[in-house]
């Protein structure tokens, strides 16, 4: 809880709302950021405060990315629903300073609603805002930082100005290091065997095996907070071999009786491989310590919380078991991560290198260097391989391992198994591909995920989506679009719909349910290879009016798209959205797809009508942005 009261005369509270933990990391450089021009800072997720906490500060920083349909993320919900109380007078917050920075994507409709909507209801409680809020976009060619760091570059002096320094004081420079607020400590000297629990369990792989490929029996100890255990059931792949993506149909159950709606997710925390750990190990010169009971232990602010929630309940924690199940070695640095190995060099040359990258001046550079070849953190210490990390301060300088979050595939009978427990399917394309540097690069998540044999168990988190469709809006009409895996929370709402028309024919024999039509347009490569669930649209279409149409972009000579498909039938759309109010629900890529789709229901609205319903570009236009104001046009987008 963010309770202390510092020196009120410089101090800092950093707050944020994280979904994916990028929130979080821009926090945690802005608070280092106010830590080097002398503020006693405290970093703290958003539920952790109350608002009156922010009266002690001298500044408050807001850092929120925006989830679902322009929500906050949940664990900055807490915080918001107590600054929306209604007896709370516009005097509340009077005398808060605060700065915002929002996270977002700009192919989402409510591109950074959750930071603009923190933003406008601090100031209506009286809050001061002393520095223009900031707006980061995942769109952008340089990434999240293309925008952070200019703003963050001018925050700082921003803040210098407003908050000089005594004289004789200076900031902290930027090649001075910060003294790490959590540190691991040696417990004793008797050794754990790694095989024990983090030798991966390896099965050989004969001509009767029934999972080839799948030769690791996983079972997940770590005590992950809010998680349930969950089986992994299936693992199949379900595009051919030769098809150039591996894409999984995979189902967990867990014994629990557990409630989910579609669009909600499944989080699984991946783990690293042992052989990337060990590279680690032997990279560092960590092999006489990696097999020792330690302790992360608070190295100064006994306040600062736990990078690592829970940690405190793992039995027999030792450096490489907290490699495997807890930090990042295969993800892509941030600037931030520079900065930190830089001072574990003695070689002139690659500590010059390594500050550069931290250089505002030098963005381009890291972006070339880091994010466009998908270069990872353990390749980096490979290429500045006179950087020695000293094991104690493993958990500062390297990130901890982020849960990747996944659509729940399934809905209505298909949310339980015959015995009772509840399941979750869900469809993930495995990450690999070649980079710019001619590398294979594979996804942290789907890489770990690829080769878990069934009976593997999991700690896993059910997440709330933000596709939120009432009963009423499910048994309307609907349009559902979903290129490739997009297809996965559409299912489920599917599976869903044909469950409520099941219940209501068993509870009025002999009277059609009031269900509306709805239509599914579907998109991928080609019929043969990735056509998802196929078998099951027949199946749906003999228990709910669904119509499917498809767009195979390489089954012709001309490249056909799910908006393309739309355009073919703009009068049909203009019927479900316009005439009979139906709600449209868009999932897949974030990329091209959801503004090409937008493009072509506005040209629905526009010409799909006949005669007597024409209407001009902007009135088509207004009609769908009033379709998103009362939720009848959805997005979720990854």
Known sequence: ???????????ALILYGSETGNAQEVAEELGALAERLRFATHVSELNQSKPEALFSYTLTIFVVSTTGQGDLPANAKAFWKSLLLKRLPPTYLNGVNFVAFGLGDSSYPKFNWAARKLYKRLLQLGANDIYPMGEADQQHPEGLEGTFIPWMTDFRKHLLDRHPLPPGHQPIPDDAQLPPKWILQSKGEHTVQPSSVHEPHTISSDGTDEYPGLYHLDSDIRPLPDTLTATLTENRRVTPQKHWQDVRSISLTVPESVSYVPGDMIAITPKSSSKDVQALIDLMGWNSQADQPIALVPAGDILSPSPIPGLDAYPNLTLRALLIDYLDVKGIPRRSFFSAIAHYTNNTLHKERLLEFTNPEYLDELWDYTSRPRRSILEVLHE???????????????????????????????????????????????????????????????????????????????????????????????????????????????????????????????????????????GGRNRSADFFFAEEWDQLSARIPLQVLTAFSRDQQQKVYVQDTIRQNLRLFFRLLHDLQGSAYICGSSGRMPQAVREALIEAFANGGGPGHTYTRSQAEEYLIGMEKIGRYKQETW
């Open 384 to 522: 500045f391989d006179s950087v020695k990390i000293p094991w104690q301060h493993a958990v500062s300088v390297l990130p901890v391992m982020r849960a990747r979050q996944f659509s729940i595939a399934s809905g209505g009978e298909r949310k339980r198994t015959s015995d009772g427990k509840t399941q979750f399917e869900l469809l993930i394309a495995i990450v690999k591909y070649q980079t710019v540097i001619k590398r294979i690069r594979e996804g942290v998540c789907t890489k770990y995920l690829s080769i878990l044999r069934p009976g593997s168990t999991l700690r896993v988190q059910l997440q709330p989506g933000g596709l939120n469709s009432s009963v009423q809006q499910l048994t309307a009409s609907t349009v559902l679009i979903g290129p490739g895996t997009g297809i996965a929370p559409l299912r489920s709402m599917l599976w869903e719909k044909a469950a409520l028309v099941q219940a209501f024919r068993e509870q009025n024999p002999g009277t059609e349910p009031p269900i509306g039509s709805t239509v599914l347009v579907y």
């Open 1 to 11: 809880m963010a309770t202390q009261s510092p020196d009120s005369s410089r101090s």
